[in-house]
C-alpha cells in the first residue's frame, strides 16, 4: 500500500446466514446430505474504497445500509466474510456508545485504560491528561464511574481521548449527533485540526450536511452495496435522489472520479447562481429526478384533492436537493381536484431537523392571480420560489391544498385571519414528502457566516458615532 493511503478497503463483504426458524440452524447442522436451511444476508457486498492521508470521507446512506459493519470490520470488532482491509497507522475509534469503555471504572480510570489499548505508557498518558479534561469538561465527573454518564457526557470524554492520542486514523459512527451544538462546533474544529495534521477520517453521519461541509469523498452504501464513491456533494445529492426515486438505484462505482479532486477547502465551490424573483423563468421540469416518490408518502389527509406530483429544483432548473445558504428552490407541486372549488390555496411548509417549523407560506399570501371556480377532475400545478436564508442542515417539507370562497379571497387583506379561516376548507395536506440540505454559504457572503440561528431575516444596520465624550 504506497504511503499516502491511510485505509484501503478491497471488495469487502459480510454475509450473515439467516434462519427462518430457531431450530433450523440446528437441522442443518445434522443433516446428513447438508441440506441448506439458511439464506445468505449481504450486511456488505463487494465495497472497495481507499482513505487519503489526511482525507475525511464520510460514508451516508439509509438506516441498515452496512454503515456500522463496514467501520466494525475496519476496526478489527468484526471479521469479514471476503475481501481485504488494510488500514496504515494508529487507529482510534468511537464506534457506538460506550463501545471499548469499561462501565464500572470512572472517567479517569478509562482515559488511562484506552491510553493502554492505544499503546502509550501511563507517564505518556500523564502528560495528555489535562488536554483531554479541558476538552471534554465533564468537571467532576471524571471522578465517577462512566455508566453514571449522560451519552452527551460519555461523548465528550470519549471524543476527547479519541482525538488527543494523535491517531493517524479516527474513525467516527455517529457519535457527535449526541453532543449539543456547541460542542459538536468544538469537535470539527479538532477534527479540523487533525486534517492539518494528516489524521485520516473516516466519519459515519446522517448529517449530509456535515459531510458536505467537511469531508472531501464520501461512499454511498445502500443495502450492503456501494452505490456511489467518490465527490462528497455528489455522493449526498445520489443519496437523496435514492431515497425519494427508485430510478436513480443504479450501482454506480466510480473509484476515482475526476470530481474527487473538487477539494473542499472551507470554501464551497459555486456555480454563478440566479438568487433574485424577479426573473424566475423556471419552467415545470421534464427530468424525472426532479419529482419525488409521493406513491409510497403515508401520510396524506383529505379527501378534497389527491397530489399527483411534488418536485423540487434550483433556480435554473435542474433537480436539486443540496443547496448553499441564499440559493432559491423551486417547488412545484400539483393536484388532481375531487371536487368543485372556487379559489384554490396551494401552499409549503418546511420543517428543520428537530421538526420546528421553519417556513410556511400559501399562494394566498402571495399578491397572485389565482385561477376560480374549478371542476371536479381538474388538474392545477403550482411553482413555489423560495428563498433559503436557513442555517445549515438538514430540511423535510409538506404541502397543501385548500380551498376559499372567491368572495373571501377578494377581501383577504381586509379580513380578519380567525374570519377568512372560516371561508377556507382543506382539501388535501401531505407530510414528510421529502427533504433537503442546506450547506453554509462559507466565502460568498460578506463575513464567513453570513448570519447566526435558524434564520436570516430583512433587515439592516447602521453605525453612527456620537460626538467624543472626555471624562472629566
Ligand atoms: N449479527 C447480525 N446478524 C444478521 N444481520 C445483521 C447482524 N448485524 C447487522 N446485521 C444487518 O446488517 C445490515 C447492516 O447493518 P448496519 O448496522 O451495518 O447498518 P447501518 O447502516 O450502520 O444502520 P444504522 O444507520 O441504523 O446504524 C442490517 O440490515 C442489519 O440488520
Redesign the pocket.
Known sequence: MSNDIAIRVENLSKV?K?YNHPTDRLKEALHPFNKKYHHD?Y?LKDVSFEVKRGETVGVI??????????LKIITGVLTPSSGTVNVKGRVSALLELGAGFNPEYTGMENIFLQGFIMGYTREEMEQKVEAILTFADIGDFIYQPVKSYSSGMFVRLAFSVATIVDPDVLIID?ALAVGDVFFRQKCFDRLETLKQNNTSVLL?T?ATHEVRQFCQRALF?DH?QALFWGNADEAVQRYYFSEHQQSSSKKVNQIGSNKEETKRTGKQQKAPKENSFSNQKVQWPIAQEAFFNIVSSPDTIGDGAICTTVGLCNSQGDPCRMFVQGDIGVFFYEFELQRDVEVPIGGILLFNEKNILIHGKNSMQFDTEAPKNLKAGTKIRFRQAIKFDLASGEYTFSIGLASIEEEAFQQRSQMHSALLEQYRTNLCYVRNIGTFSIAISLGVGITEIPFHGICDLPGEVCIEVQAHRFWA
Do not use: D, Q
Not at 61 to 70: A, D, M, Q
Open positions: 450473515y439467516l444476508f450486511a446512506g439509509k438506516n441498515g445500509s452496512g454503515k456500522s459493519t463496514l455517529e459515519v446522517h452504501l450492503g
